[in-house]
């Protein structure tokens, strides 16, 4: 049983592209969960899917930011015009749908995005 | 709003010493508690949880318990090993909302031989 992936792992961009980070949640799991890990920091939510709905993207930068779980394929998170700023390591997470919630979170490797 | 406030590090410690990574939080309802622990280059693992208060979480040795009365759950290990040498995660998530993890910063532990 495959884990949850992420790609790429590493992602090099010039100020002003585009980023796409890519994650496939754990098969079985309807629910993925967005971070990202700035340097020498702690992980900070940005955004919770399932599939076809955004539910809580109270963490999710009002602009350039943006993410979706479409019914087929990956969670998709966007960054659009990057900024050093934007450097960082992305991850992202997964569970299924239990009743009662607590659910663990099953986390992929990270992609790290450094922004030249 | 919620938060997480873990000891800082960075901790070194000698082989087959006793571990302490204090973990305090805040929050407005009723949360349950993890440690997760991220090794150099990798994403996270959890390593125990609790649900309630009193629950004890255990998992390769590390043991923590929730503490409500003094809003704790602080880590522990009774003798580390060179390959505990990570970094650890104390976070909280709230029960009946989207179950967002909320993070401390982190704690930094190397164990030398």
């Known amino acids: 049983n495959a884990g949850v992936m992420q790609n790429p792992r590493h992602l090099v961009r010039r100020r002003g592209q585009e980023a796409r980070l890519r994650c496939s949640p754990m098969?079985?799991?309807?629910?993925v969960y967005w971070y990202r890990q700035l340097p020498e920091e702690g992980l900070k939510f940005m955004v919770y899917?399932?599939?076809?709905?955004?539910?809580?993207e109270s963490g999710m930068p009002k602009e350039r930011f943006s993410a979706e779980f479409p019914k087929e394929g990956p969670s998709i998170l966007r960054i659009q015009q990057v900024v050093r700023g934007d450097s960082a390591a992305y991850f992202c997470?997964?569970?299924?749908?239990?009743?009662?919630?607590?659910?663990?979170?099953?986390f992929g490797p990270g992609t790290r995005l450094t922004v030249l | 709003g919620d938060s997480v406030t873990q000891m800082e590090g960075p901790v070194t410690l000698s082989e087959e010493a006793f571990l302490t990574i204090n973990c305090t939080y805040t929050?407005?309802?009723?949360?349950?508690l993890f440690w997760y622990v991220q090794y150099p280059g990798e994403g996270l693992q959890l390593l125990l949880k609790a649900t309630k208060a009193d629950d004890k979480g255990s998992n390769k040795g590390f043991e923590a318990t929730y503490r409500k009365e003094t809003t704790s759950f602080h880590l522990e290990k009774g003798s580390v090993q060179v390959s505990d040498s990570a970094v650890y995660f104390c976070a909280l998530s709230l029960q009946g909302g989207s179950e967002k993890l909320v993070f401390g910063k982190g704690t930094k532990l190397t164990v030398n031989p």
């Open positions: 929050a407005t309802g009723y949360p349950s």
């Open positions: 098969k079985g799991h309807s629910h």
């Open positions: 997470a997964s569970s299924p749908f239990l009743a009662g919630g607590r659910d663990e979170q099953f």
């Open positions: 899917l399932q599939k076809e709905n955004i539910i809580d």
